[in-house]
């Protein structure tokens, strides 16, 4: 006789290691996506990636919501950046989910264009924690901090949670 109960316990138990799984698959997209974005120079696509209060710390400069994240791709730092040869390269993420939210942290590289040499050289290494809530249009970032690894507290404390 099929016990019915262990049956459905064992169904949500399922259910809800599917549903976590495919929240890590999102979430690891949205990571994955960036560098492509900001690279390929698609602002709205960037933006999109956040809530359009979202918030994005870049020491020294912080944006607010999805016109200064699209404003930062258009302008004239990043299009040289990437009119020069640039990759933003996004290191495998940590996922910590808590239901609707999410926290995900992560290595990053800045690879230039190294036309003298005739490659590429790292310019900056940074650890990022991005900040994730559920909304009716998916997983969004509502806060990403991104500090350069130069022996700095602030950038090490970022990554304590790996621990």
């Not at 495998?92 to 050289?121: K, W």
């Not at 998916?138 to 602030?154: C, F, I, M, P, Y």
């Amino acid at each position: 006789m099929i016990d019915t109960a262990a049956l459905l316990a064992r169904l949500e138990a399922v259910e809800a290691r599917l549903r976590v799984a495919e929240d890590q698959l999102a979430l690891s997209r949205i990571i994955a996506s960036y560098g492509p974005a900001v690279d390929s120079g698609s602002a709205g696509t960037t933006a999109d990636l956040w809530t359009e209060d979202g918030v994005y710390d870049t020491f020294p400069v912080v944006l607010h919501g999805r016109t200064d994240l699209s404003e930062m791709v258009t302008g004239e730092l990043h299009q040289s950046l990437i009119q020069a040869g640039a990759a933003h390269l996004m290191g495998p993420p940590r996922i910590d989910l808590d239901g609707d939210r999410a926290v995900v942290t992560h290595y990053s590289q800045l690879v230039l264009r190294d036309e003298a040499g005739d490659g590429y050289r790292v310019w900056r290494t940074g650890v990022n924690r991005w900040e994730f809530l559920r909304t009716e249009q998916g997983w969004k970032a509502t806060h990403r901090v991104n500090r350069q690894l130069d022996g700095s507290a602030e950038a090490r404390e970022l990554l304590v949670m790996l621990a």
